[in-house]
């Protein structure tokens, strides 16, 4: 499956980084770019469940592909989340049952960030865009 522009970008952006401070720079510039969520959308019905910190997600389906937005009240949060949405927007349902979170943030040099309430929340995230795309 090939990778959305998005994605291709973000790994070409970490591999330029030598060390792990400039991808930790670059991962809070990456959530700056997240759209950012209006009062309404950041509501209990778009919460998603299993995060330690407060993520809301939205998505919507578009010619059989999905694009998801995010938010969260931590800031390294919105960043993994910015890249996590570079890897999914713009798949399918099928291509995203696909997609496995540790394989891409290993890629791109941030595996070792992900402690266990990280990777529990940012899978809660992914089982919540599955679950999304199911209906």
Avoid: K
């Avoid at 090939?2 to 720079?25: I, K, N, V, Y």
């Avoid at 959530?31 to 969520?37: A, C, H, K, V």
């Avoid at 299993?50 to 009240?73: P, Y």
């Avoid at 996590?84 to 891409?104: F, I, K, Q, S």
Wanted: negative net charge; proline residues 4%.
């Amino acid at each position: 499956m090939s990778l959305p522009t998005a994605a291709s970008e973000a790994l070409q952006a970490f591999a330029a980084c030598p060390g792990w401070d400039q991808r930790a720079r670059l991962q809070m510039q990456w959530g700056e770019r997240l759209e950012p969520l209006s009062a309404e959308q950041c509501s209990n019905e778009h919460l998603v469940q299993g995060c330690a910190s407060q993520v809301w997600l939205l998505g919507q389906q578009h010619e059989g592909r999905w694009h998801f937005q995010a938010a969260s009240d931590a800031r390294l949060l919105r960043g993994l989340l910015a890249l996590l949405l570079a890897r999914v927007n713009g798949l399918t349902g099928e291509e995203l049952a696909a997609v496995d979170p540790l394989d891409w943030f290993t890629q791109l040099g941030l595996g070792r960030q992900l402690s266990p309430s990280r990777s529990n929340g940012l899978n809660a995230v992914l089982q919540r865009m599955r679950e999304l795309t199911a209906n």
